[in-house]
């Protein structure tokens, strides 16, 4: 195990570089040619150091690549996605930099999830240098869509997912912890219609859905319960044309949290039949849970008492947590698969200005 540590301290240098090299190519998840622009780098880097890469073409979004190593007869999946939640030209005021002492980089998708993608790739890279055979084949997936709920890549990782003895996801850990539960996802829209009159002539001719989405937005947030586990919160509301116009139409944007799949189902059915304080209006609502809940499982939690044991041969203290934030994780979880999450480099501050890790 020394010969790893030996090996990565030696390259400490060169990770660092590639880190800053991905955060510099910015991926937002809408930005397909952007997103293909750090496709092409891991593939380029795969590739150089033996595996077998193959790009998964997509219209919506950027490419999905799936990377191969090793001969075992069964195969390892390990998950990492290459889009991050910065649009275009954040790098420009928020350049990839180093703490003045070494021990901290920063910069958008530092956290989440560049550093990921360069341990996966420094992982195979080493295996190569040091000759080590891996019991079975490790299968890289790399997603350009996870920030927005991987509409395009769900599919093909619940189909490597399937063939996996494991699932391991490199996805950042905010404090060394390993991840064995997270909770679902839900996402919902709510439009609500009522009736367009002038504010000032004809007030009570109008119905106004802005105040109709009020008394909902107070019923959606009351359903929050921490004892449960279950939290719901309205994010992003819109409504109305002009101030002088009564509202005919009002929106909503809708997360819901949840820890099992028994709470996930009467969360969703209880949004869905949610019906009008005021019986002028009409109130629509779509969507439902895009991760399911991780719940934890014996076949988990021996997972990671093996990484732990593994951990502790090289000088590590590893211990297990949960969150309330998704990954794909969830989609491997709730297939069967035992799965580990927070894989990826240690920080903080995912999605936030202050993003950082450490070296």
């Known amino acids: 195990m020394n010969r790893l540590l030996d090996y990565f301290s030696a390259r400490q240098e060169e990770m660092v570089q590639t880190l800053g090299d991905l955060v510099m190519l910015e991926s937002p998840s809408s930005e397909r040619e952007a997103v293909n622009n750090v496709g092409d780098y891991l593939a380029e880097a795969f590739a150089a150091v033996g595996a077998a890469v193959e790009r998964l073409p997509q219209d919506a979004f950027g490419d999905h690549l799936r990377v191969e190593w090793g001969q075992g007869k069964e195969q ?102 390993l991840v064995v539960w997270r909770k679902g996802v839900g996402r919902f829209e709510m439009e609500i219609h009522g009736k367009a009159s002038h504010s000032g002539a004809a007030h009570q001719q109008g119905v106004s859905a802005v105040a109709e989405l009020a008394h909902q937005i107070l019923r959606l947030e009351g359903m929050t319960d921490y004892e449960r586990g279950t939290t719901v919160n309205v994010g992003v509301i819109s409504g109305g044309s002009k101030v002088n116009v009564r509202p005919a139409m009002a929106w909503a944007e809708i997360d819901l949290r949840v820890t099992n799949a028994q709470e996930g189902e009467r969360m969703v059915q209880a949004i869905h039949n949610l019906q009008p304080v005021d019986p002028r209006t009409t109130v629509i609502v779509s969507g439902g849970l895009n991760r399911p809940p991780w719940e934890e499982s014996p076949a988990g939690r021996e997972l990671f008492e093996r990484v732990r044991r593994l951990g502790a041969s090289l000088g590590l203290d590893l211990w297990p947590s949960g969150s309330g934030g998704g990954s794909d994780g969830n989609f491997t979880a709730a297939l069967g698969v035992p799965t580990l999450d927070g894989l990826g480099i240690v920080g903080n501050d995912a999605h936030a200005l202050t993003e950082w890790a450490d070296l």
């Open 76 to 177: 390892v999946l390990l998950l990492g996605h290459m889009d991050t939640v910065w649009p275009l030209g954040e790098v420009e005021s928020r350049p990839f930099q180093v703490s003045a002492d070494g021990k901290r980089a920063t910069g958008p998708g530092v956290f989440d999830m560049k550093g990921g993608l360069v341990i996966g790739l420094y992982t195979v890279q080493a295996l190569r240098d040091l000759g080590l055979e891996p019991a079975h084949r490790l299968v890289f997936f790399f997603n350009s869509d996870e920030e927005v709920g991987s509409p395009s890549s769900r599919p093909f990782i619940e189909q490597e997912a399937r063939r996996s003895r494991a699932s391991l996801i490199l996805e950042p850990s905010r404090d060394g912890a």
